[in-house]
């Protein structure tokens, strides 16, 4: 399985755009780059996910570097309700079975 | 619509003893997954199944198994349990049950306490 390396943890202040960085130097061709956070006391939410191209939806974008050795998860103006455990996980197009998580970036945000 | 729905919330069982949790998926979702986590290893692949066949299998000793149904709800067992069992059991449903381009909805666990 294709690893991830995430900061153990990251501070922001309320209102502020955050990065939230990942670095996976041997993703394949066929890996999806996928972002999960997981709020305290609940199970992990989907946030993102993008191949080659910088994705937006409503929660995030994700912008991915052109040789794919790296992607940021971008949070436009980060809430109390951000604060969370961020993972970001390569999975494979023919086999993306399961998810592997690494120990993600524990994000606090401060008011 | 409903989200993934996972029964017990809590439980708390004895050394010795075995254990089923249950898992309903979204509707029209097929494939479930099921994962354990605790504080020491993080969260951890158990297995999957798509269309009531296990097609993928994590690092768990034979004490853990599960099983689908044809209405895509799931189970899973542990028997003989040790008290490094303890941890939240999570399911997760995804649309199809291959290929990395949709993403997966967690139920919030099943809490497992063992004494």
């Known amino acids: 399985d294709a690893k991830t390396t995430q900061p153990n943890s990251m501070e922001s202040n309320e209102e502020e755009p955050v990065h939230l960085p990942c670095n996976h130097s041997?993703?394949?061709?066929?890996?999806?780059i996928h972002w999960y956070r997981q709020l305290p006391s609940q199970g992990p939410e989907y946030v993102i996910h993008?191949?080659?191209s910088n994705v937006n939806n409503r929660m995030a974008s994700l912008a991915i570097a052109e040789d794919r050795k790296s992607s940021t998860l971008i949070l436009h103006r980060a809430t109390l309700r951000d604060a969370a455990v961020y993972y970001c996980?390569?999975?494979?197009?023919?086999?993306?079975?399961?998810?592997?998580f690494g120990a993600g970036t524990i994000l606090r945000v401060k008011s | 619509k409903a989200g993934v729905t996972q029964t017990p919330r809590y439980l708390i069982k004895t050394r010795g003893q075995q254990v089923t949790l249950s898992c309903s998926p979204i509707?029209?979702?097929?494939?479930v997954s099921w994962y354990q986590q605790t504080p020491g290893q993080g969260l951890q692949f158990l297995f999957e199944y798509f269309s009531e066949t296990q097609r993928n299998k994590g690092n768990f000793p034979g004490r853990f198994s599960g099983r689908q149904f044809s209405n895509s709800r799931s189970e899973m067992n542990v028997s003989t349990l040790e008290l490094g069992d303890s941890a939240l059991y999570l399911c997760a449903s995804s649309l199809v049950g291959q290929g990395a381009n949709y993403g997966y909805t967690f139920g919030s666990g099943t809490r497992l306490t063992v004494v």
């Open positions: 996980i390569l999975r494979d197009m023919e086999y993306g079975n399961k998810l592997v």
């Open positions: 041997t993703i394949s061709g066929t890996d999806y």
């Open positions: 993008g191949l080659t």
């Open positions: 509707s029209g979702h097929r494939s």
